[in-house]
């Protein structure tokens, strides 16, 4: 008993707002477009943009991995569903980017706030060279206020230099800018012991070894239909950052004001010591 509640203090300890400085929030295409399908949820994005406009109101320095370009560029194309094949998606990120870019500098623009592009490879991110330059750009936008807005470059990357889901991009940069927490949102309301869907199903609050974690019963995509990621990919996300001192936490966006705010919502990887 006592260990518990040791546990759930040190995870109070972990999310207290008031000690970050640096935020990462990674936003998939299935909580983008909701319950529009195919096409950009306005009110996903507004809603994920008051929650950044509170956290630089607060002095906190902000960084958002965004998903979405190929779903956005679905419907101008006159496709109904994600396609199959790489040049249809890169031809679909092509038309959506600026269409997603468009969207968040609207919504950013209620706040006054400076917004930026930033697209990735895994190329990017894996050779010094490249690596050392990301680092500066983003440290220097941070410096001048700037919401960074990430999203792997899906128009140029080819299978080999493809991350495949943003996930894994987000974890990346976060421990290449030393943040202090990332925020993965899903649209589910965090962590459970098997898929959500099954009878029984518990949700977990509290990560503190992520090697006890049964994968094979996590389900896949989100059910959008539109995202490439999954349960699986967040956890891969969780091991990179925590095993770097970093916090996770996984929530859904109704929920992400109450979870940064230290409520029991979703669920929080600790930061390995």
Same mark, same amino acid.
Do not use: C, W
């Given at each position: 008993m006592? #260990?518990? &509640?040791? $546990?759930?203090? #040190? ?8 000690? $970050?400085?640096?935020?990462?929030i990674?936003?998939g ?6 319950? /529009?399908?195919? @096409? ?29 370009a190929?779903?956005? %560029? ?5 496709l ?8 249809? &998606? ?8 600026? =269409? ?8 950013? @623009? ?6 930026? &592009? ?6 990017d ?6 690596v050392?330059?990301i680092? %500066? +750009? #983003? ?7 700037v919401?960074?807005?990430? *999203?792997?470059n899906d128009?140029?990357g ?19 800018? @030393?943040?202090?927490? =990332? ?7 965090? =962590?459970?012991? /098997? ?5 029984? /199903?518990?949700?977990? *609050? ?19 239909g +539109?995202?490439?990621g ?23 966006i109704s929920?992400?004001?109450?979870? #940064? ?8 990887f600790?930061? @390995?010591?």
């Amino acid at each position: 008993m006592l #260990l518990t &509640q040791r $546990i759930l203090e #040190l995870m109070k300890m972990s999310i207290n707002i008031k000690d $970050i400085r640096r935020v990462v929030i990674k936003v998939g295409s299935s909580t983008l477009t909701g319950k /529009a399908g195919a @096409n950009l949820d306005p009110k996903a994005i507004d809603d994920l943009v008051d929650v950044v406009a509170k956290l630089k109101s607060s002095n906190k320095e902000v960084i958002v991995v965004s998903s979405g370009a190929i779903a956005a %560029g679905l419907a101008p194309l006159g496709l109904t569903a994600r396609p199959s094949d790489l040049t249809s &998606q890169q031809a679909a990120a092509s038309v959506g980017q600026g =269409l997603l870019m468009a969207r968040y500098t609207q919504s950013f @623009n209620r706040f006054k706030i400076t917004t930026s &592009q930033i697209l990735i490879t895994l190329e990017d991110i894996t050779k010094e060279t490249h690596v050392a330059n990301i680092k %500066g +750009v #983003l440290n220097s936008l941070l410096k001048q206020g700037v919401v960074p807005i990430i *999203n792997e470059n899906d128009t140029v990357g080819t299978e080999e230099i493809k991350y495949g889901d943003n996930d894994g991009l987000a974890a990346r940069v976060t421990k290449l800018i @030393n943040a202090d927490l =990332l925020v993965l949102i899903t649209d589910i309301d965090g =962590l459970y012991d /098997a898929n959500p869907s099954t009878p029984g /199903a518990k949700q977990i *609050n509290l990560v503190s070894d992520i090697s006890k974690i049964d994968t094979s019963s996590l389900g896949g995509a989100g059910s959008a239909g +539109v995202g490439s990621g999954g349960m699986i990919t967040k956890i891969e996300a969780a091991k990179v950052v925590t095993s770097a001192g970093i916090g996770m936490l996984l929530t859904r966006i109704s929920d992400l004001t109450s979870a #940064l705010d230290g409520k029991q919502v979703g669920t929080y990887f600790l930061p @390995n010591s």
